[in-house]
């Protein structure tokens, strides 16, 4: 009876050990996929704004503003690849491998300290010994400590994947709001072929970051948590500043 109730304990604890991988591993692989389809998208609209970008350097497109000496569109134009530049690497850093992974995996047992299979889970471990030794793991260990170096080893990873997708989060929560950025210029880069003079420009700048942090404050007070939906007043503000904004340029607009 007592060995039916061991039994059952260590199932139950391989069991939850492994829901908690899967679980964690899964969220990995959704957010690189999530940067896997932020970078399709960019590179996709980066290609289409070089393309637009060529009547801008030929000069068949544009106007006779300036900013530093440089065409009006082709500054902005500039300002646009420096911006995806920068988003790009968060990403690029995201999909890479992450910086101190544990490679020092907390052994069961002091028995287990002399076995050299110190991870059954991680690569660097396991091609760190020949493959007689990882095959003689598994022919002389006996269930008990084998159940209890798999549990083991499911919560340390656990925890190393648990920090990786927190750091591919955040990467990505960056490269977007450099995306975002980079999406505004973009916009500014198509109107700058199109105003005569500054003011016009300016008018249409406003209303366009106007525009963008409306959608921002909506994205944020659309978000369940109350915590979030307190971010979007910011927002608000900014969007009802730039309005106003436009507004002083409008009677000096030429379009």
Known sequence: MEEKREQKDKNIKYTITKEIFDHLYDMLRHEDEKANRILGAMAFITVAAAALSIPFFEGKIGTDLKFFNLSLGLFLFFIFLILVTVGTLFLLSALGPLLHITTDFVEPSERKKKLRVRSLLYFENITGITIEEW?????????????????????????????????????????????????????????????????????????????????????????????????????????????????????????
């Not at 404050?217 to 503000?237: D, G, T, W």
């Open 135 to 255: 095959a003689k793991f598994f022919r002389e260990t006996d269930e008990d400590d084998f159940y209890e170096k798999i549990c083991n080893d499911h919560i340390i990873k656990s925890y190393t994947l648990a920090n990786r997708t927190k750091y591919k989060a955040k990467c990505i929560k960056s490269s977007k709001i450099f995306y975002r950025f980079s999406l505004i210029v973009l916009c500014l880069f198509v109107l700058s072929g199109f105003c005569v003079s500054f003011n016009s420009f300016f008018y249409w700048t406003f209303i366009i970051l106007a525009a963008a942090f409306l959608e921002w404050s909506v994205e944020y007070y659309l978000m369940p948590q109350k915590e979030l939906k307190k971010k979007a007043i910011p927002f608000i503000i900014l969007a009802f500043l730039f309005t106003l904004m436009s507004l002083i340029f409008f009677n000096s607009c030429l379009y």
